[in-house]
């Protein structure tokens, strides 16, 4: 079975700043992908950035980046230059290429920008 | 270009009640998933539409069941409402041929269910 822990319930930086949120999961397989998606208070759940697992380089966004670590089974997302509309919950998510219907989620992050 | 759309906004019902959740998907797209969120959690496969037929479904019992119309809009029924029931309910529409390295799953903001 494919599990997503995130163990930071809650974060906070400051306005400006770099943040890392922590991601691992579990799977036995060897081809899927992984996402953060970002969740603000209007619930809308919102692609921040995604990872095929295939490739080696690490996926960048304009201010969001990830170090993926496949033997590791790792996958944390930075946030460059916080913002005050980064505040938000932020799910670590996986789903396998070949079954690509059941997406799973981390229970979540919640990130606070402060002023 | 309307996005996901779901309604109601909010909702309270009482244990042992049925309740109908709809959703219409974003413009051009098939496919329609729903998704559980229980306070504090991440969201839960519950089960994906296509073609007016259930294709797949997660760890749900079968109080949960679903419909796909033919414009591709759904609703999610859920029955015998248990306490356990209240959560963030969020539908996400896709393209049936959905490429993970390119695709993207659209989300509602969800119907929150109070169950008392």
């Known amino acids: 079975a494919q599990t997503v822990t995130q163990s930071q319930p809650e974060m906070s930086v400051q306005e400006a700043e770099t943040v890392t949120l922590s991601c691992t999961y579990d799977?036995?397989?060897?081809?899927?992908?992984l996402f953060w998606y970002k969740q603000p208070p209007s619930r809308q759940m919102i692609l921040v950035i995604r990872?095929?697992?295939?490739?080696?380089q690490n996926a960048t966004e304009n201010r969001f980046s990830v170090n993926f670590q496949k033997a590791a089974k790792s996958f944390s997302l930075k946030i460059s230059d916080s913002q005050l509309g980064d505040t938000a919950m932020y799910f670590c998510?996986?789903?396998?290429?070949?079954?690509?219907?059941?997406?799973?989620f981390g229970a979540g992050t919640r990130l606070t920008v402060k002023p | 270009d309307a996005g996901v759309t779901q309604s109601p906004t909010h909702l309270i019902k009482t244990r042992g009640q049925q309740v109908t959740l709809r959703c219409s998907p974003k413009?051009?797209?098939?496919?329609v998933s729903w998704y559980q969120q229980a306070l504090g959690q991440g969201p839960q496969f519950i089960f994906q539409?296509?073609?007016?037929?259930?294709?797949q479904r997660g760890n749900f019992p079968d109080r949960f069941s679903g419909h796909q119309f033919p414009n591709y809009s759904s609703e999610l029924n859920v029955n015998a409402l248990l306490l356990g029931d209240s959560a963030l309910y969020l539908c996400?529409?896709?393209?049936?041929?959905?490429?993970?390295?390119?695709?993207?799953?659209?989300f509602g903001e969800g119907s929150r269910l109070t169950v008392l």
């Open positions: 996400a529409s896709s393209l049936t041929i959905w490429a993970p390295e390119t695709g993207e799953l659209f």
């Open positions: 799977t036995s397989e060897n081809n899927y992908y």
């Open positions: 990872q095929e697992a295939y490739k080696q």
């Open positions: 998510a996986f789903i396998l290429t070949y079954n690509n219907n059941d997406m799973r």
């Open positions: 413009s051009g797209h098939d496919t």
């Open positions: 539409y296509y073609e007016e037929e259930e294709r």
